[in-house]
């Protein structure tokens, strides 16, 4: 399969606490993006890194890429109950677009 | 500004009946996009157009799937006969020039839930 892997399959962490959510992938990538999917909301982009790029932030989230090791991390600090969602890499190239499997992240308040 | 518009909502038929969607995406965007989403997994690409025209149909199960966006701004994905496995979210999203593969943000509709039975 060419989609991404996420680790862990499902996070559970108290309201204030950080969750970082990691991605794998397996061919050359052009961008890494990742999506919060949520039954309010639906599919909702996040934040896009591109190959050349190492940390990207948004607000409350930081994103890593290591194209040497094929991989990604997603970080939210200062987790809200309102961040309880499946979270999912996608990666891109040309008219190659796959999402790995997600995260399941539930934050306790 | 009004989002991508998908119907029906949700969906029930037997096996081998067939069945369509629309999707009307964001006002002058060029790209769409529908992807299908099993319970469980992440969404996969089914088929992606610029304008009216396909950009890539890799994925799409052309035995039984269509997919067309006449005059470049709404599109049907079809379902011709429905097999259970194809009971899942079917999803279309719109982003304004380039493709999701080369970074364009990509914005969801709210999906069509088809059950075979």
């Known amino acids: 399969s060419q989609q991404g892997e996420e680790d862990p399959q499902a996070l559970s962490i108290q309201e204030g606490e950080n969750a970082t959510m990691n991605c794998s992938y397996k061919?050359?990538?052009?961008?890494l993006q990742w999506y919060r999917q949520n039954s309010g909301r639906g599919l909702v982009h996040l934040i896009l890194?591109?190959?050349?790029?190492r940390e990207k932030h948004s607000g409350r989230l930081r994103v890593t890429l290591d194209t040497s090791k094929k991989s990604s991390s997603l970080l939210i600090t200062a987790s809200r109950a309102a961040d309880t969602a499946s979270y999912f890499c996608?990666?891109?190239?040309?008219?190659?677009?796959?999402f790995g499997t997600g995260t399941s992240l539930t934050v306790i308040p | 500004e009004a989002g991508v518009a998908q119907s029906p909502r949700y969906k029930i038929i037997e096996k081998r009946q067939s069945v369509a969607f629309w999707c009307n995406p964001i006002?002058?965007?060029?790209?769409l996009y529908w992807y299908q989403q099993i319970l469980g997994q992440g969404p996969k690409l089914l088929i992606q157009?610029?304008?009216?025209?396909?950009?890539?149909d890799s994925q799409l199960p052309k035995d039984r799937f269509s997919a067309e966006r006449l005059k470049g701004v709404d599109s049907t994905l079809k379902i011709q006969p429905a097999k259970l496995e194809d009971s899942a979210v079917y999803l279309c999203?719109?982003?304004?020039?380039?493709?999701?593969?080369?970074?364009?943000?990509?914005?969801f509709g709210p999906g069509t839930r088809l059950l075979v039975l």
């Open positions: 999203a719109s982003s304004l020039i380039r493709l999701a593969g080369d970074g364009e943000t990509q914005y």
């Open positions: 061919t050359s990538i052009n961008n």
């Open positions: 890194i591109r190959s050349n790029e």
């Open positions: 996608a990666t891109g190239t040309g008219n190659q677009f796959y």
């Open positions: 006002s002058g965007h060029a790209t």
């Open positions: 157009f610029q304008n009216n025209g396909v950009v890539d």
